[in-house]
């Protein structure tokens, strides 16, 4: 079955540490995104990339770091800088940008809760 | 720019009554329209979405939205709430280079 993968469920960070959240999509999806979730907040989004080696920054986009080498994956790093990460952490893909699919929507996968310790 | 505003984040209600939950949308372009439903600890699944055409909507889970554009609402209703309808809903709207912006969302709880 094609979908979105996240892994792992649940992560813990360190002080200090830098933590990877890995994200990836067989559904042939040229659009990818990284939403954080915080109760009462709705998803606000932190980096979408179009294309391969190519990424934008979202609504709240400092203390992340994205990286999109293959098509099939987008994995999102929390860094040290990012000073309140503990968040449901949400990835998504779509069909792309071009014209005739801006009306598609996006699908997600299941998170990834990161939490301090 | 675009935004959601979703009236109402906590809605209880009975099972087997109407279920309506409020989303009002702002934006500089032909919206798209789009209602998730999330359960506890999972990612967003698609219930269901305007794009043009016939401005009531029906989706998954007997579930149906009417998009006026008068009064730039896209409201959700289920005429007969099931246990399984407790979840959070969300609203979206697309714009400009398919991004969403999120409504805060809803939490609806049905009472046996």
């Known amino acids: 079955d094609g979908g979105i993968t996240q892994s792992p469920k649940y992560l813990f960070r360190k002080e200090g540490q830098n933590v990877t959240l890995s994200c990836e999509q067989n559904?042939?999806?040229?659009?990818m995104y990284w939403y954080r979730q915080d109760p009462g907040q709705g998803l606000r989004l932190i980096y979408y990339?179009?294309?391969?080696?190519?990424?934008q920054k979202g609504d709240i986009a400092e203390g992340y770091s994205v990286s999109r080498e293959k098509k099939e994956s987008f994995p999102l790093t929390v860094t040290s800088a990012q000073k309140n990460p503990t968040a449901f952490y949400l990835c998504?893909?779509?069909?792309?940008?071009?014209?005739?699919?801006?009306?598609?929507?996006?699908?997600f996968g299941d998170g990834t809760r990161l939490s301090i310790l | 720019a675009q935004s959601v505003t979703q009236l109402g984040s906590h809605v209880s209600v009975s099972e087997g009554a109407l279920v309506l939950l409020r989303c009002n949308y702002s934006?500089?372009?032909?919206?798209?329209l789009f209602w998730y439903v999330q359960y506890p600890n999972q990612g967003l699944q698609l219930l269901l979405k305007?794009?043009?055409?016939?401005?009531l909507v029906k989706g998954i889970n007997g579930f149906e939205a009417e998009f006026k554009k008068s009064e730039t609402s896209f409201h959700l209703t289920k005429p007969s709430a099931h246990m399984s309808d407790a979840a959070e809903y969300f609203c979206a709207v697309s714009g400009l280079g398919n991004k969403l912006s999120f409504g805060a969302g809803t939490t609806v709880t049905v009472r046996a």
């Open positions: 559904l042939n999806h040229d659009a």
């Open positions: 998504a893909s779509s069909p792309g940008q071009g014209a005739g699919t801006l009306n598609q929507p996006q699908h």
């Open positions: 934006s500089s372009v032909p919206p798209y």
């Open positions: 305007y794009t043009t055409g016939a401005t």
């Open positions: 990339s179009q294309i391969v080696n190519d990424f």
